[in-house]
């Protein structure tokens, strides 16, 4: 189950990648190059990360194609997060249920909930800044937080 318009930091809201360990598990694996994620692919990947960045794009895609060598470089950097790739042409099914109107669109994903999901190649400084701030959010209260609106939400409707 995946969740979005969750707090990235206070008082910010976001509307709604990849470096794979292979047998052995996550510590006892190997690593691999990015790997691009399909609707076949998707909730095995992305959902057993704790930490997973997800970029939307397509080869036509010029600000795509300039944000690619930043995104590998930051999935070198960060080889305990999940990078994953996903094509928009050939998973148009998959883009169409993230709401992915824009590209490049990068989304964080912690816990399987979306915390981040915004259009644009992002500068090698802000992802880095933003890996940095996904990595210290308290998932204990964003979950509060979302239990918190989903109890209002349900009384005003009551």
């Known amino acids: 189950m995946w969740r979005a318009r969750v707090p990235l930091c206070p008082g910010r809201y976001e509307r709604p990648r990849v470096r794979v360990f292979v047998p052995g598990g996550r510590n006892g694996g190997t690593n691999v190059a990015t790997v691009e994620l399909t609707a076949q692919n998707f909730d095995s990947v992305v959902g057993d990360a704790h930490l997973a960045l997800v970029d939307f794009w397509a080869t036509w895609c010029g600000p795509c194609r300039v944000f690619g060598p930043i995104f590998e470089r930051a999935a070198d950097k960060h080889p305990d997060l999940v990078f994953g790739k996903v094509d928009t042409e050939a998973q148009q099914d998959l883009a169409q249920a993230f709401g992915i109107t824009s ?45 918190d609106a989903e109890a209002s939400t349900s009384a005003a409707g009551a």
């Open 103 to 147: 590209i490049p669109t990068l989304m964080v994903i912690k816990d399987k909930v979306v915390l981040y999901a915004r259009p644009g190649a992002l500068p090698e400084a802000a992802l880095e800044d933003l890996i940095a701030q996904a990595r210290a959010v308290d998932m204990d209260q964003v979950r509060a937080e979302l239990s």
